[in-house]
């Protein structure tokens, strides 16, 4: 049950893009397609962004993608808005009905 | 609307017990799976137990199991967590989250537990 790896930090100017990496192992990430992507921002409860390594919640902007690699999953952030500076958390299935989340990522809006 | 509302956090000392409540409401309850996922001071999340539609499986946490126990009451569409044996590093922010294909959504505004002498 380690936790998955993200960058703590990252950031980008308004408009541009904005690449965050969650990696874990063949037991979490890489053997499942139940990988997830949660936007938190301060004092408020996480929200949906992403799940099933791709797919969009209705209501959540295009802006949005995500994709996965091996052990590694991505979230994309296209067209930067300064709204969508929060911390970033991925998550995934890790087999026996447990779940695991990443360390989190504080995205910046320049 | 799809909504949870947690409920009974506070203020415990070490050792000791607390049960938080979480009200489900805009959805069929006793078709999800439920969640619990807490968030320390300052730091990220955790998930921290998982329970069956019908309450007959129960998933822990290493750093939780043998103190907390997850139930439901799908007559009542309410999620509880019993926290026994309470330390320091549980205080956190505890949500409660409908878990479904793989994805924790919705989830409730989460309360505070403190464990402080």
Known sequence: QSALTQPPSASGSPGQSVTISCTGTSSDVGGSNYVSWYQQHPGKAPKLMIYEVSKRPSGVPDRFSGSKSGNTASLTVSGLQAEDEADYYCNSYAGSNNLVFGGGTKLTVL | ?117
């Open chain 2, 1 to 117: 609307e799809v909504q949870l509302v947690e409920s009974g956090g506070g203020l415990v000392q070490p050792g000791g017990s607390l049960r938080l409540s979480c009200a489900a409401s805009g959805f069929t309850f006793s078709s999800d799976w439920m969640s619990w996922v807490r968030q320390a001071p300052g730091k990220g999340l955790e998930w921290v137990a998982n329970i069956k539609q019908d309450g007959s499986k129960e998933y822990y946490v290493d750093s939780v199991k043998g103190r907390f126990t997850i139930s439901r009451d799908n007559a009542k569409n309410s999620l509880y967590l019993q926290m026994n044996s309470l330390r320091a590093e549980d205080t956190a922010v505890y949500y409660c989250a409908r878990w479904s294909w793989g994805r924790l959504d919705p989830w409730g505004q989460g309360t505070l537990v403190t464990v402080s002498s």
